[in-house]
């Protein structure tokens, strides 16, 4: 795009000017988010550092001088404690349907765990303490933390294996007995709220973000909230670092996260 952007001008002689001109255009005529025009500049930038270190152009990388769009974060809704309900209405109605019980154990340990979709996707069957319902992650930065699900959670992961005829060792797998991906996490996650009749988009981030939302509701401590969810900082202005257990709040979590209808 960009290449077609400059036309007939040589890669040589591309300036600042230009990345900056071909990014305006982006946003303008393609209705860029600030989120997409970071990729492309972290693509260009790749290209002529590649290209640079190559000696196949002798000139400054013209992306230094072209600064980072400011993102701007998105503040999703929550799903009510309502949609939650009908989700898991939903699936125990149907958890004699293909894929229900995976769809049961995805949702249990999504809501009553707080993770990340990163987090989740990559875990195995023996990460999981069922005796202390708790698993360890690696989070962002590659930072190891505890997490931990709630008793609801262990039964529907618990159901779900008995279903299982594979020996792999993935905790959740697809019907090609692979292990299952994000996308597949997300279209599970997000067919099953549709049909429970959620009518706002629901995927794994806004199941953490709910999760979250929920607790504060509950009137938990942002202290545990943070240790819940992981969060290094609470906050753009303070920050809060907590120094909560998570084995003396496990109790109130499971009281307030396990669903009833």
């Not at 009553?112 to 069957?125: A, H, N, P, Q, V």
């Not at 005796?131 to 931990?148: A, D, H, Q, S």
């Not at 009749?197 to 995927?203: D, K, L, P, S, Y």
């Not at 202005?237 to 499971?254: H, M, P, S």
């Amino acid at each position: 795009l960009f290449l077609r952007f400059i036309k007939d001008k040589p890669i040589q002689e591309v300036t600042h000017n230009d990345v900056s001109n071909f990014l305006y255009y982006c946003m303008k005529e393609r209705e860029n988010s600030p989120a997409a025009l970071n990729r492309k500049r972290t693509a260009l930038n790749s290209f002529f550092k590649h290209l640079i270190k190559r000696d196949h152009l002798n000139m400054k990388n013209p992306i230094d001088k072209i600064d980072k769009v400011v993102e701007r974060p998105v503040m999703r809704e929550p799903l009510s404690r309502e949609d939650i309900q009908k989700i898991f209405k939903y699936i125990d109605e149907h958890i004699n349907e293909r894929d229900m019980y995976r769809a049961s154990a995805l949702y249990g340990l999504f809501y009553s765990s707080g993770c990340r979709i990163s987090e989740i996707y990559k875990l195995d069957i023996k990460d999981l303490d069922f005796k202390n319902n708790c698993f360890k992650v690696l989070g962002k930065g590659n930072k190891e933390r505890r997490c931990i699900f709630n008793e609801d959670a262990k039964q529907r992961i618990l159901a779900y294996l008995a279903t299982r005829t594979d020996n792999l060792p993935a905790l959740f797998v697809s019907r090609e007995n692979n292990r299952l991906s994000r996308s597949a996490m997300r279209n599970q996650m997000k067919k099953i709220a549709k049909l429970a009749g959620v009518t706002i988009n629901v995927f794994p981030h806004r199941i953490r973000h709910t999760a979250g939302d929920h607790m504060r509701k509950a009137k938990a401590k942002i202290e545990d909230i943070q240790v819940f969810l992981g969060h290094e900082d609470p906050g753009t202005t303070a920050k809060i670092y907590a120094r909560g257990n998570l084995v003396e709040i496990r109790e109130q979590f499971d009281k307030v996260l396990t669903v009833k209808y």
